[in-house]
């Protein structure tokens, strides 16, 4: 990986995990392999976290890492586990809002498609009139023309309002 995108990925990340593979003489003199996650660089490999009570390596193992994890976030909270929980809770939330933000804003591909649907179920003589207010709205009576997000939206609310009535 080159050095700017090296550098902005190790900014950015809360852990930068390096997957090691040992090789040791058994008792009966055969090798055995053993894995191992290492989180802190030695100066031949780039690893590291942000959580500074985090061991500096431990057997690859899932249910190892989510017990160490766990034990760090703990600490983090000096073994409040009611702060945690309240931290779980207000972090739901966020995520909630963040995707029905998210979910609020569509693409001007996705309105134009929305507002020929609608069309599309009028009569005729209801798209002669859509027309005409399309050509206030949006300066033209072909939507399809338009990249005014805030005039598309515009079209959408007043065909909305026009199946209303």
Same mark, same amino acid.
Do not use: W
């Given at each position: 990986?080159?050095?700017?995108?090296?550098?902005?990925?190790?900014?950015?990340?809360?852990?930068?995990?390096?997957?090691?593979?040992?090789?040791?003489?058994?008792?009966?003199?055969?090798?055995?392999?053993?894995?191992?996650?290492?989180?802190?660089?030695?100066?031949?490999?780039?690893?590291?976290?942000?959580?500074?009570?985090?061991?500096?390596?431990?057997?690859?193992?899932?249910?190892?890492?989510?017990?160490?994890?766990?034990?760090?976030?703990?600490?983090?909270?000096?073994?409040?586990? @009611?702060? /945690? !929980?309240?931290?779980?809770?207000?972090? =739901?939330?966020? &995520? +909630?809002?963040?995707? $029905?933000?998210?979910? %609020?804003?569509?693409?001007?591909? @996705?309105? /134009? !498609?929305?507002?020929?649907?609608?069309? =599309?179920?009028? &009569? +005729?003589?209801?798209? $002669?009139?859509?027309? %005409?207010?399309?050509?206030?709205?949006?300066?033209?009576?072909?939507?399809?023309?338009?990249?005014?997000?805030?005039?598309?939206?515009?079209?959408?609310?007043?065909?909305?309002?026009?199946?209303?009535?």
């Amino acid at each position: 990986m080159q050095t700017k995108t090296s550098d902005i990925i190790a900014c950015e990340a809360d852990m930068i995990i390096y997957g090691d593979l040992f090789v040791e003489k058994g008792k009966d003199g055969k090798p055995i392999e053993r894995r191992k996650l290492r989180f802190r660089s030695d100066g031949n490999i780039l690893c590291g976290t942000r959580f500074r009570n985090f061991p500096t390596e431990i057997d690859l193992d899932v249910q190892t890492f989510l017990c160490e994890f766990n034990k760090t976030i703990l600490e983090l909270y000096s073994n409040d586990t @009611e702060a /945690i !929980e309240t931290a779980k809770i207000e972090q =739901a939330k966020t &995520s +909630s809002q963040a995707n $029905k933000s998210l979910g %609020e804003h569509k693409s001007l591909s @996705e309105l /134009i !498609e929305e507002i020929q649907g609608k069309v =599309a179920e009028l &009569s +005729s003589d209801r798209k $002669k009139e859509v027309a %005409e207010k399309f050509r206030e709205i949006l300066g033209d009576a072909n939507f399809r023309k338009s990249n005014d997000m805030d005039a598309l939206k515009k079209a959408i609310d007043y065909l909305d309002e026009l199946k209303q009535h």
